[in-house]
């Protein structure tokens, strides 16, 4: 536990040393959902209907934008692996009487506290200016849901950062997953106003399932038995993307 600490402190100062970078991380998410929802919003004048209900867009796109924000933290927080390799920490940490996965879960707890605080943002201004009926009785799922989806995108990019040893790879690599895993989700439109071979892959895209999750925990809409099967789901992707991470930090000095 100490050493997850020792962990944890160190994310802190990086975060807080930039003022900038931390205005970014607070309050992206919400000029997303400002931006984007309101003004498709305006374009869809009839809303999105949904398990027989309907809804502004901007309810709608509530949960893409808080999916999208744990995605985001995932992604600067593996990149901070590259840092480290170049100036010789990441190996130096490599030597400390601590677990890999200590060091991992170390430095994902401090970023998902931040994404709750991000959302807790969200969440607040969204109830307030857009008047979305927010699900508050949910808000524990909602906490699960952001800190299990920030926790497993990371564990999944820490096996891509840590496999790819050039920078300018890792960034096209990221950029084409992460084109490909937004339009072929349920972010930005439902699953079931898509052609048939898109919803196929959508249905098998964690970050569907994420979103599909948040959603339900944050209006209240969604299939119950589905949004169970989907959270097991991510729940497995977690699991299996931080084995797979531990394992390939143990041979991160090898190769």
């Known amino acids: 536990m100490e050493m997850i600490l020792a ?3 160190r994310e802190f100062r990086i975060r807080t040393t930039s003022p900038v970078w931390m205005f970014f991380d607070l309050f992206m998410p919400l000029i997303y959902l400002l931006m984007f929802g309101v003004g498709l919003d305006r374009a869809m004048s009839g809303g999105v209907a949904l398990f027989g209900r309907e809804m502004s867009y901007q309810s709608f796109f509530l949960a893409g934008v808080l999916s999208m924000a744990c ?22 940490f490599l030597t400390y009487p601590m677990t890999r996965g200590e060091f991992l879960v170390g430095k994902i707890v ?128 977690l699991l299996v993307s931080f084995w797979f991470a531990v394992r390939t930090l143990q041979h991160a000095v090898i190769r």
């Open 7 to 9: 962990v944890l402190y």
């Open 110 to 237: 401090f970023n998902c506290l931040l994404a709750v605080v991000q959302s807790a943002l969200t969440l607040s201004v969204g109830t307030l200016l857009l008047d979305i009926d927010i699900q508050w009785r949910y808000a524990g799922f909602t906490v699960a849901g952001i800190v299990v989806g920030t926790a497993g995108w990371f564990f999944f990019l820490t096996i891509l950062a840590l496999r790819i040893h050039r920078n300018d790879i890792f960034n096209t690599v990221l950029n084409v997953a992460y084109f490909v895993l937004m339009f072929a989700s349920s972010m930005f439109y439902p699953v079931d106003s898509m052609p048939a071979w898109l919803r196929t892959i959508s249905l098998m895209n964690p970050l569907t399932w994420h979103t599909d999750v948040l959603r339900f925990a944050t209006i209240g809409i969604g299939n119950i038995e589905t949004i169970l099967l989907e959270a097991v789901a991510f729940g497995v992707f």
């Open 71 to 92: 995605f985001g933290i995932a992604i600067n927080t593996s990149y901070g692996f590259f840092v480290d390799r170049e100036n010789g920490i990441f190996y130096e």
